[in-house]
């Protein structure tokens, strides 16, 4: 939501994206991949259903 807002400012004032926006974006890709990796891994267990116990 900051991303969002940091952007609807920036056009608003007519500028580029400040750096804040690009820190802001790297942590939220850094964080996607490990979440992306978590959502697959559930979705396999699902259709898997691998004998665990």
Known sequence: MR???IAQAAV???EPLPQ????LFRWWFAFGFPAFGAVMTIIWL???KPQIF
């Open 12 to 14: 608003a004032a007519n």
């Open 46 to 48: 699902m259709i898997a």
């Open 20 to 23: 804040s926006y690009h820190r």
């Open 3 to 5: 991303m969002r807002d």
